[in-house]
Structures are given as C-alpha cells and as structure tokens.
C-alpha cells in the first residue's frame, strides 16, 4: 500500500522504516530541513538500535524516501500522523504540529485518505482532527480518522514495532478497520523479513484490537501512566526499604513473582524521564481534570517521581559533605539505555543541581553526549569512562548503560580520589564492585563497604 508517514522523529522514522520493511511503498515527510537534508544523505538524525540497517536496506529497494509534509501528503492513501506533542507549561498535550499537519491534509489531499494518528494524543482528538479536515478540506478530500497509538520503546524500537504485543486500533468505520489490518497484516501474522534476527524464533502473534477512537486514545495515556505508577510505587517502597533496614533488590524480585504484578518496572533508581511518561502522566491528569475526575493518584505518581532528583542529590552530599570544587565522574545522561534521547532525562536534572552545589562534572554516556552539550554545555565531556573517573571524589551512576556493569574495575579504582559509587539506578553489583575496593551506595538499603584484601586480613 502507498503509505506516507508525517515526523521522521523517533517514533516516524521507526514507523516508515518498518512499514516499508514490510512490503509497504512509503514516503516520509519531515518539515526540519536540517534532518531533512541527513536522511536524504543516507544517516540519520538519531541513535536507535537497528534502524540504520532497515532503512538503508527499504531505500535502496526503493520503497522509503524522504520529503517534505506536502510531498507526503500526496502521496500515500493512509498518512500516519508522527509528529511531537510535547507538554504545555500547564501539562496539557501541545497539538498545534498535529493541527498543522491537519491542515495541510485539508489543503493538499485528494480523494480518499485514512488519516492515522500515531502520536501520542489526548482523548477526544481525532474527534477534534475530524471536524477539522470537514472544516477546511477541499471538496475532494474523502477521508476517514482512526487513531494507532505506538507503544513502542526507545531503544528497542524496530523489535517492538516488528514483534509487539499487541496492536491498537480506534475507528469509526469497518472501511478504517479493513485496511489497518491490511497495513499489519504480516506482523499480525508474523510472517515478515525479519532484520533483527537471521533465524527469527517463531513469535506469538500480536493480538489486534479494535476500538472506538476515543478508547483507543485513552488505552495510550492509560498504559503509559499505569507504568509510571508502577515505577512511582516502586520507589516509595524502596525509600522505606532503606529507612527501615530491608533490601528492596529482594523485595522486588518478591513482589514481581506474582504474576498479576510481574517483574517489570519495578526497579528503583532515579526517577522515569523521556518523551513519554511524564508529559502523558501530566497530560492524562489534565484530561481528568477537565471531564472532572479524580485523577489525584497520578498526580501523587509525578510527585514522588520528581522527588527522586533531590533524593539523588542529597545522596551524594550525604556521602561527599561539600561538593563545591569536587569532581564527580557521572556516567549515563540518556534518559534510559540504548538510545541518545536527553528528553526529561532525570540524569541531566541531578547534573544541574549538582553544579549549583559547585561540583565539577566529568561525564560519559555512550550515545547521548552530543545531544547532552546543546542542554549543558559547560561539564566536560568525556572520551571514556576511565577518562571520567580521573580524580573524581565519586562515580556517580545515572543511566543503566549495559557496558556500565563490565567495568574494569581495578583499573577504575586507580583512578578515583576516593574509591565510591553512587549507583542511581541499582544495577551493579555491590559485591563485584566491593571486592575491588569500592564502597558502594545504592538505593532501598543497597550499601556496601569496601572488602579488605585477603592479604590484609591475613596479615
Ligand atoms: N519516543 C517514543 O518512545 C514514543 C513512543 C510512543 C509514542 N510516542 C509519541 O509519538 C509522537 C512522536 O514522538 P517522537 O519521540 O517520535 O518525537 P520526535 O520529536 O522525535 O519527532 C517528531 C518529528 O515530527 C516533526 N514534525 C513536526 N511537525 C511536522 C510537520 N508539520 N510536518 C512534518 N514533520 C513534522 C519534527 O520535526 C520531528 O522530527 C509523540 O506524540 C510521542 O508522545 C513516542
């Protein structure tokens, strides 16, 4: 099918590349000239997992190609709406890109489009879309709205849009819902090229659910903050963990053998941040608020999640005392692992207030440094992680980066002024890094001394 996709942002490109991978004849239009003119030239404005090998792979069978919002518009008969709806100072979604893209639909479509809503949107908005392409379409334009929320993940984008768990889709006419699962069909099916794996392990077929548009924009904002609470939740019970002396590594791994609970999103750290939980968090409550429901339990969830950046903080005085003039090695600035998205990540929070207590940050993240120099340009960036740990009074651990847990060490520990890590998102392990000579200073009751050498012990 001719497919346009509208943003080649995280969500848009993954999108476009993975439609077309598909078999899908896809145009994707950006309106940044800047990223434009990188995807035109073969690379990509973003780091995801992936992505560069599937789109290198469907431009050159020539079913992706890159263009303006009016190029796009015009050329697939289903347009996947991409763009960012980014939060308003008042927590409300921003949908002056999705009402702009409207209006260029409105202007410069003909005959019949399934206009599709991809981006993370307030319920009610594809009502809003429909009235108002009637209000300024041209007499040609036929056209259905359906909403197809993306619940994919940044990091693991191409596997979760290719092999999801689940497919939503919110439509006001069987016409909308046909060719929805037309688009899918291979992944509802499972029966794709798959790029990621040369031998791909048979999958469980994704289940494809069918809605009205107004519950399918909420199942988006709902799944979102539900996980959100879940990492909320988990973090309050890891701050009485370490008031009252138990160890919130064990007691997660008990809560999360249920199964009605289950194991994800239950570890502690310093806080959810990126593109999505907190501005859905906030806009959901702000939904709420305006239909007059009681959405005070997430606004509770923000509020534990925007203490942990002040819990992070005094962690660190707790154990330096004084910061002013002190350096502090801070590894991961990326608001998770595997991607360079910055976007609310708490990392880039805690290095603000740090400096203000007059540290001096030396930091390294494997992928989200350059993005990270445009926000705070005045730490110094670093090559490594041994670069970063020079002299440093502490490592301070922000982002779970996998190469973060096969450290050397013995070599680390040369380094440092004072052998101490700081680890905000629990994910060493404190005997490993015990045992060369570190103190370790976790969340929820997870600490540990230094072992002494067994030649000292021994004498
Ligand atoms: N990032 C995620 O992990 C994720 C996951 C699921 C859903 N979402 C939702 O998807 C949407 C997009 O998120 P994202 O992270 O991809 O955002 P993004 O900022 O990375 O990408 C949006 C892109 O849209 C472009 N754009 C804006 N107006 C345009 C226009 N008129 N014409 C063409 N391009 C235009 C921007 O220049 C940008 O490149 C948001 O609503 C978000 O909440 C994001």
Not at 303 to 315: C, S, T, Y
Not at 335 to 362: V, W
Request: charge should be negative; charged fraction near 25%; glycine fraction near 8%.
């Amino acid at each position: 099918m001719k497919i346009s996709v509208i943003g080649a942002g995280y969500v848009g490109l993954t999108t476009a590349a993975c439609l077309a991978q598909i078999g899908h004849d896809v145009f994707c239009g950006e309106k940044d000239p800047e990223k434009l003119a990188r995807l035109r030239s073969g690379k990509l404005p973003i780091f995801e997992p992936h992505l560069d090998t599937v789109i290198d792979a469907a431009c050159k069978a020539g079913r992706l190609r890159f263009g303006s919002t009016e190029e796009a518009v015009e050329w697939g008969v289903a347009i996947f709406i991409c763009v960012g709806t980014p939060p308003l100072p008042n927590g409300d979604a921003d949908l002056h890109a999705i009402e702009a893209v409207a209006s260029i639909i409105a202007k410069r479509a003909t005959g019949y489009r399934l206009i599709v809503e991809k981006s993370t949107v307030p319920v009610q908005t594809g009502a809003q879309l429909r009235r108002h392409l009637g209000g300024h379409r041209t007499r040609s334009l036929d056209y259905d709205v359906a909403s197809n929320p993306e619940f994919l993940r940044e990091g693991t984008s191409v596997e979760d849009f290719l092999h999801p768990d689940r497919i939503v889709v919110g439509v006001e006419s069987a016409r909308a819902a046909d060719m929805l699962r037309e688009i899918y069909h291979p992944i509802i099916d499972q029966r794709i090229a798959c790029p990621l794996h040369a031998d791909c392990p048979p999958r469980k077929a994704p289940r494809f659910l069918v809605t009205d548009t107004n519950s399918s924009e909420l199942i988006k904002h709902a799944s979102n903050s539900f996980l959100a609470m879940k990492i909320s939740f988990i973090n309050m019970v890891s701050d009485l963990c370490e008031a009252a002396g138990a160890d919130i590594n064990k007691v997660a791994e008990g809560i999360g053998l249920d199964p009605r609970i289950g194991p994800s999103f239950l570890q502690p750290g310093i806080g959810f941040g990126g593109f999505c939980f907190p501005k859905d968090l906030q806009a959901f409550v702000r939904i709420a608020e305006k239909f007059g429901c009681d959405f005070t339990l997430l606004k509770e969830v923000e509020r534990i999640n925007q203490k942990r950046v002040d819990l992070m903080v005094e962690k660190i005085k707790t154990e330096l005392w004084v910061l002013r003039g002190k350096k502090l090695c801070v590894l991961g600035l990326a608001f998770k692992p595997n991607t360079d998205d910055i976007r609310f990540a708490p990392a880039l929070s805690i290095i603000r207030r740090l400096q203000t207590e007059g540290a001096q940050i030396q930091a390294y993240d494997p992928k989200a440094m350059d993005r990270a120099m445009q926000e705070i340009p005045d730490i110094t960036y670093c090559q490594n992680v041994y670069e970063a740990a020079q002299n440093a009074a502490a490592v301070v651990l922000l982002t779970e980066w996998k190469e973060f847990q096969n450290l050397d060490w013995e070599r680390l520990s040369g380094l440092v002024d004072r052998p101490l890590i700081i680890d905000g998102r629990n994910c060493l392990s404190r005997d490993v890094v015990a045992s060369h000579g570190f103190e370790y200073v976790g969340l929820g009751g997870i600490s540990a001394a230094a072992q002494i050498p067994a030649a000292v012990v021994n004498g």
